[in-house]
């Protein structure tokens, strides 16, 4: 499995080697041996949040996918009264939740977002710092002046994206949401021990230790790959990796180089696990042209197309079993019934590939109840 390319050691991996790789890392076969929210959010550091709910939100469909006997209310009670908290709202890969731990990481964006010429100016700020200092968790609705009417859509009035890049800069933090999926918007002070309310690293340090982290979640991945994982460029992302413990590889068919983490390279054994629906902001599948590649998977999410253009359906998951992706269905909830509108198979897919689906549904069943 291993060359020598010069004086450096080459990893070499057959396309189900990688699979087995980025499966394992991913926590999904077997999975990890501590089954809880907080260890999920420590092996893939960046959960994806959406506000679409068709079947589930998105960091729920995520975190069940990881652990087999966990509801989706069981898993937000989790995160809703952890004390401290156990994860922040953040925009790492798109918004995400990222475990409390890892703010001093996201220091190389505070700063970029305090220089972002959006950044709202000193009174602003100081008005909104005033009423959060004053009256605790606000929301964003709370802290419109009077009269000021409501952004709609896309579009962000001047309160929103003052809060915006208020918390994308570090002057407030989102550690829980209101019933309603409201963000809580507080200081971050109050919910930071001080060793960790800090910008004291470097950009590169910064950087190489996220680098490292995203490594072992996805376990074998190209430099963009994991640019894309951080949504930092790919011109930064190479300058870095030589100053992290990442090793090089190749991987069968790939026509980019590839890194794989130290840890994610002697998997352990895959289980015999039953198959699972993958929410479309999974980890193991957001990045689509490195699906692609590890899975000869194609995933689109639809939701945004016209229903006429959908080819699948409107909130499609893919199927994983074992080490393959077999299938997809379009998946939706109604009160605590999850509802299959379309399925199709992939050519890869077992005889039993009905049952498989079927099995996967049980297990959504539970997970909404």
Same mark, same amino acid.
């Given at each position: 499995m291993t060359a020598t390319s010069g004086t450096e050691a080459v990893t070499g991996l057959s396309l189900p080697e990688a699979r087995r790789v980025a499966v394992a #890392? *991913?926590?999904?076969?077997?999975?990890?041996?501590?089954?809880?929210?907080?260890?999920?959010?420590?092996?893939?550091?960046i959960v994806q949040l959406d506000s679409i709910n068709v079947l589930a939100r998105a960091h729920q469909l995520t975190l069940a996918a990881r652990?087999?006997?966990?509801?989706?209310?069981?898993?937000? #009670? *989790?995160?809703?009264?952890a004390s401290p908290p156990l994860a922040f709202e953040y925009p790492a890969h798109a918004h995400a939740l990222v475990p409390l731990g890892d703010w001093p990481l996201w220091a190389f964006r505070r700063r970029a977002s305090r220089a972002r010429p959006e950044y709202p100016p000193p009174a602003e700020r100081e008005r909104i710092l005033h009423l959060v200092r004053s009256r605790g968790p606000l929301t964003h609705r709370d802290l419109r002046p009077e009269g000021e009417q409501p952004s709609t859509g896309w579009s962000w009035g001047p309160v929103k994206r003052a809060v915006e890049f208020m918390l994308w800069a570090g002057d407030l933090i989102c550690v829980r949401r209101t019933p309603t999926w409201q963000r809580l918007l507080d200081l971050p002070e109050r919910h930071l021990a001080t060793a960790l309310h800090t910008n004291r690293l470097t950009d590169e340090e910064c950087l190489t230790a996220l680098l490292t982290h995203a490594a072992r979640a996805l376990?074998?991945?190209?430099?963009?790959?994991l640019a894309d994982y951080l949504r930092i460029s790919t011109r930064t992302t190479a300058a870095l990796l030589p100053h992290t413990p990442l090793l090089p590889a190749t991987v069968e068919g790939w026509t980019e180089p590839a890194w794989a983490h130290p840890d994610a390279l002697t998997p352990p054994a895959p289980a015999d696990d039953p198959p699972v629906f993958l929410g479309?902001?999974?980890?193991?599948?957001?990045?689509?042209?490195?699906?692609?590649?590890?899975?000869?998977?194609?995933?689109?999410?639809?939701?945004?197309?016209?229903?006429a253009k959908r080819e699948h359906g409107y909130y499609v998951c893919p199927l994983l079993h074992h080490d393959q992706l077999i299938a997809r269905a379009d998946l939706t909830r109604t009160t605590h019934a999850v509802t299959i509108t379309q399925t199709s198979t992939e050519t890869n897919a077992p005889g039993n590939a009905s049952a498989l689906i079927h099995e996967a549904l049980q297990h959504l069943t539970h997970a909404a109840q």
């Amino acid at each position: 499995m291993t060359a020598t390319s010069g004086t450096e050691a080459v990893t070499g991996l057959s396309l189900p080697e990688a699979r087995r790789v980025a499966v394992a #890392a *991913a926590g999904l076969n077997p999975p990890l041996a501590e089954a809880t929210p907080a260890a999920v959010l420590d092996r893939l550091r960046i959960v994806q949040l959406d506000s679409i709910n068709v079947l589930a939100r998105a960091h729920q469909l995520t975190l069940a996918a990881r652990l087999p006997h966990a509801t989706f209310a069981g898993i937000d #009670a *989790a995160l809703d009264q952890a004390s401290p908290p156990l994860a922040f709202e953040y925009p790492a890969h798109a918004h995400a939740l990222v475990p409390l731990g890892d703010w001093p990481l996201w220091a190389f964006r505070r700063r970029a977002s305090r220089a972002r010429p959006e950044y709202p100016p000193p009174a602003e700020r100081e008005r909104i710092l005033h009423l959060v200092r004053s009256r605790g968790p606000l929301t964003h609705r709370d802290l419109r002046p009077e009269g000021e009417q409501p952004s709609t859509g896309w579009s962000w009035g001047p309160v929103k994206r003052a809060v915006e890049f208020m918390l994308w800069a570090g002057d407030l933090i989102c550690v829980r949401r209101t019933p309603t999926w409201q963000r809580l918007l507080d200081l971050p002070e109050r919910h930071l021990a001080t060793a960790l309310h800090t910008n004291r690293l470097t950009d590169e340090e910064c950087l190489t230790a996220l680098l490292t982290h995203a490594a072992r979640a996805l376990g074998i991945a190209t430099t963009a790959d994991l640019a894309d994982y951080l949504r930092i460029s790919t011109r930064t992302t190479a300058a870095l990796l030589p100053h992290t413990p990442l090793l090089p590889a190749t991987v069968e068919g790939w026509t980019e180089p590839a890194w794989a983490h130290p840890d994610a390279l002697t998997p352990p054994a895959p289980a015999d696990d039953p198959p699972v629906f993958l929410g479309p902001f999974d980890n193991l599948i957001f990045n689509r042209p490195r699906t692609q590649r590890l899975f000869g998977f194609t995933h689109t999410l639809e939701a945004y197309k016209p229903a006429a253009k959908r080819e699948h359906g409107y909130y499609v998951c893919p199927l994983l079993h074992h080490d393959q992706l077999i299938a997809r269905a379009d998946l939706t909830r109604t009160t605590h019934a999850v509802t299959i509108t379309q399925t199709s198979t992939e050519t890869n897919a077992p005889g039993n590939a009905s049952a498989l689906i079927h099995e996967a549904l049980q297990h959504l069943t539970h997970a909404a109840q």
